[in-house]
């Protein structure tokens, strides 16, 4: 786990994004079960590369099944924010944010990276 909790600082929140490590593995449905069981959720940003690994499911068609069936009497809203996905993973992840009334964004992460470095620089001068 990342140090820190939830915030609401959003400068905090995307900070924090941009400095989580790399692990290689999402278990995309076991992440966004846990979260549509909580009654108070109603909207869920789902990060990742778009590759699901390990977990209950670990292909597109039974997390966006599963995840339908769960969500059919609570609603959630899907936002998902994919980092440099595939072809076949960036359109499921488009597809699971539009059967659950959200939306997709890409982020490139060597784009990300070097905005990142660039402030970092920054900082170090002043």
């Not at 995309?28 to 108070?40: G, H, I, K, Q, T």
């Not at 069936?69 to 699971?96: C, W, Y």
């Given at each position: 786990m990342h140090e820190g909790g939830l915030t609401h600082d959003r400068a905090?929140?995307?900070?924090?994004?941009m400095t989580m490590p790399?692990?290689?593995?999402?278990r995309s449905f076991d992440a966004m079960e846990r979260a549509a069981l909580l009654y108070e959720v109603d909207t869920l940003r789902f990060l990742s590369d778009g590759a699901p690994i390990r977990g209950q499911f670990d292909d597109w068609d039974n997390i966006r099944s599963a995840l339908f069936v769960q969500t059919r009497f609570h609603p959630l809203a899907v936002f998902s924010i994919d980092f440099n996905a595939?072809?076949?993973n960036l359109e499921n992840m488009k597809g699971m944010a539009d059967e659950h009334?959200?939306?997709?964004e890409s982020i490139e992460?060597?784009?990300?990276?070097k905005v990142r470095k660039k402030k970092q620089k920054d900082d170090e001068k002043k």
């Amino acid at each position: 786990m990342h140090e820190g909790g939830l915030t609401h600082d959003r400068a905090k929140g995307l900070e924090r994004v941009m400095t989580m490590p790399l692990s290689g593995g999402t278990r995309s449905f076991d992440a966004m079960e846990r979260a549509a069981l909580l009654y108070e959720v109603d909207t869920l940003r789902f990060l990742s590369d778009g590759a699901p690994i390990r977990g209950q499911f670990d292909d597109w068609d039974n997390i966006r099944s599963a995840l339908f069936v769960q969500t059919r009497f609570h609603p959630l809203a899907v936002f998902s924010i994919d980092f440099n996905a595939g072809k076949g993973n960036l359109e499921n992840m488009k597809g699971m944010a539009d059967e659950h009334y959200g939306q997709s964004e890409s982020i490139e992460v060597e784009k990300a990276e070097k905005v990142r470095k660039k402030k970092q620089k920054d900082d170090e001068k002043k």
